[in-house]
């Protein structure tokens, strides 16, 4: 069983910063690469950033210069430092990863966190 648990979300002001923070945990080798999403409501999830296990990283045009991702090989974590934040940065976001493991010498499978809201407002 795998599971990706997210936290940090929560209610900030315009301008004003996040970290979210997620946590993989369960029976898996290895983590190839991991990402944040978001859903806002009314829209489709889409991608906000990713990091390959080298490090490369890759962001959404909306949320270059004011996001950075990171992980921690060591930890089985991903982060997201949120800047400057919008109002239009208000949805659930969700914790991504590729994952090698028991299951397949070949395949990795794909899990998502349960998502935390993050809401920017005065």
């Known amino acids: 069983q795998v599971q990706l648990v997210e936290s940090g979300g929560g209610l900030v002001q315009p301008g004003g910063s996040l970290r979210l923070s997620c946590a993989a945990s369960?029976?898996?080798?290895?983590?190839?690469?991991m990402g944040w999403y978001r859903q806002a409501p009314g829209k489709q999830r889409e991608l906000v950033a990713t990091?390959?296990?080298?490090?490369?990283?890759n962001y959404a045009d909306s949320v270059k210069g004011r996001f950075s991702i990171s992980r921690d090989n060591a930890k089985n974590t991903v982060n997201l430092q949120m800047n400057s934040l919008k109002p239009e940065d208000t949805a659930v976001y969700y914790c991504?990863?590729?994952?090698?493991?028991?299951?397949?010498?070949?395949?990795?499978?794909?899990?998502w966190g349960q998502g935390t809201q993050v809401t920017v407002s005065s």
């Open positions: 990091i390959t296990s080298g490090g490369s990283t």
């Open positions: 991504n990863a590729d994952l090698r493991g028991p299951w397949s010498a070949i395949t990795s499978r794909n899990y």
């Open positions: 369960g029976s898996f080798f290895s983590i190839n690469a």
